[in-house]
């Protein structure tokens, strides 16, 4: 079974760092994709970046060339490194995992961007 649990969420300063990871359990396996979803209060879910298993990656608008995507297949992990933090960074960031055409969501984690 596959599942995903998010870590690394907090509340950072304006212009700080955070570096969010996504764990699957249930066994060893090579996702199609890997990506990165917020949502901030009162929001529609939308992706931040992905990293396909041939390694190309993409990035919303509002975070090119300040987050950055990353993945560890041998583990099972993908990260997302997060700098120059704006409070609009402010939400509920989600990992997704895309394995054999199927779609896998974790929990979410908090991330807080304060002034």
């Known amino acids: 079974q596959v599942q995903l649990v998010e870590s690394g969420g907090g509340l950072v300063q304006a212009g700080g760092s955070l570096r969010l990871s996504c764990a699957t359990s249930g066994g060893i396996f090579k996702p199609n994709r890997w990506s990165w979803h917020r949502q901030a209060p009162g929001k529609q879910r939308d992706v931040v970046?992905?990293?396909?298993?041939?390694?190309?990656?993409a990035y919303a608008d509002s975070v090119k060339g300040r987050f950055t995507i990353s993945r560890d297949n041998a583990k099972n992990r993908v990260y997302l490194q997060m700098n120059s933090l704006k409070p609009e960074d402010t939400a509920v960031y989600y990992c997704k995992v895309n394995l054999r055409g199927s779609d896998y969501w974790g929990q979410g984690t908090q991330v807080t961007v304060s002034a």
């Open positions: 970046a992905y990293i396909t298993d041939g390694g190309t990656t």
